[in-house]
């Protein structure tokens, strides 16, 4: 049967090919933003960790494995195209179905912060399922939408103005992933949970990790209008009705999350509470193994200034702990406060008198 319809393929697609260019996943710190840049603007060493076998070893150095930024794939191509006529927008949903007579390992193999976006009849599309898969018949069925229209703007093909220190969100989405960050030194601090926005956590991550949702109607206005400052800058008293999904943990845990949110609140004044929030049991099932999963969810209603979530944002980004890697060995001249040396390739490092901060300068 295979044999009989690769013969048919070979009819329909007229030796078409299809070529895929990779995409690596990038996440704004101001708010959990996801946008997706052509491979060829990264440079390999951003790319370590993509995938799961290339890992760094402790005490070893990275060997790292990246895969080409564009393959070419021969098959058969064809797409329906649906008309939809919604509130805000009218657009075009492409369905696209690429039929090939072998596994495209490439599609298969992927990273979760890798993705490959093709190319048809001037229409870009990525592929979100592989179905209609029979062993006899040797084929394979990859279905996906072309990308949306309002979607365009999360492909990235060149960083020339992109605006990556400007908020995206306009509630407080970034006092709570500032959550991340948060330790205080007294205790109540966040116990090893990473937040991630809702619907934007990374693919098969493994738990123990939270989820931030906000209600897009739960926004509102407090205050009768916005502050406007001598400097054009707009502040004004809003709410945000909160949902907050934990994964993976057990009741100390999420008790632990209940007082470093308390905590958080009365330190830095980010928001208010405005309610009493308690910690719920939910239900997620999967019949395949017959129990539930480790899932409890917290509302919070909270009060807070527009305006401050763009300090907060920054403050994110000045708290981040860099990692480095050399590729080129060190002199052997000892670093001391204030005092630089230099790597072989022409970097130049100067170390604080904290011992921990590096100024970078590329001759």
């Known amino acids: 049967m295979g044999a009989d319809l690769a013969q048919g393929v070979d009819t329909l697609d007229l030796e078409q090919t299809i070529t895929f260019t990779k995409y690596i996943r990038l996440v704004l710190p101001l708010d959990g ?3 997706w840049c052509a491979a060829t603007m990264v440079g390999p060493s951003a790319l370590f960790g993509a995938a799961g076998f290339n890992r760094a070893r402790f005490n070893q150095p990275p060997n790292t494995v990246v895969s080409a930024p564009t393959f ?16 805000a927008e009218t657009y075009a949903a492409n369905r696209m179905i690429f039929t090939s007579e072998y596994e495209v390992n490439d599609l298969n193999t992927i990273a979760p912060g890798t993705l490959w976006i093709g190319t048809f009849d001037g229409r870009r599309f990525a592929f979100s399922s592989r179905s209609s ?17 309002d979607m365009e703007t999360q492909i990235i093909d060149d960083f020339a103005g992109f605006d990556s220190v400007s908020v995206v969100v306009s509630n407080s989405l970034p006092a709570w992933l500032a959550l991340n960050g948060y330790n205080p030194p007294w205790g109540f601090g966040n116990p090893s949970l990473t937040l991630f926005p809702s619907f934007l956590s990374p693919e098969n991550f493994e738990p123990p990790f ?28 809003c709410s945000d009705r909160v949902r907050i999904t934990l994964w993976g943990t057990r009741n100390f845990n999420a008790l632990d999350f209940v007082d470093c949110v308390n905590q958080y609140s009365l330190n830095t004044g980010a928001f208010g509470l405005m309610n009493n929030p308690v910690m719920r049991d939910e239900k997620r099932t999967q019949a395949e193994i017959a129990t539930i999963a480790m899932k409890k969810s917290i509302e919070y209603e909270i009060s807070y200034q527009q305006s401050r979530m763009n300090t907060i944002a920054r403050k994110i980004i000045t708290s981040a702990i860099p990692n480095f890697y ?3 060995g060190i002199t052997p001249t000892p670093p001391t406060p204030n005092n630089g040396y230099v790597t072989e390739d022409g970097m130049t490092f100067y170390v604080t008198e904290n011992g921990m901060t590096f100024y970078v300068q590329e001759n």
Do not use: N
Not at 215 to 233: Q, Y
């Open 326 to 328: 050399f590729s080129g």
């Open 210 to 237: 939270a989820t931030v949702h906000i209600v897009p109607e739960g926004t509102r206005g407090l205050a009768l209008a916005p502050l406007i400052g001598p400097t054009s800058s707009h502040s004004q008293l």
């Open 33 to 35: 933003y996801v946008f």
């Open 72 to 87: 070419v794939c021969k098959g058969s191509m064809h797409y329906a195209t649906d008309v939809r006529q919604e509130e």
């Open 133 to 149: 898969w029979y062993k006899q018949a040797d084929l394979w069925h990859y279905q996906g939408f072309a990308i949306y229209p």
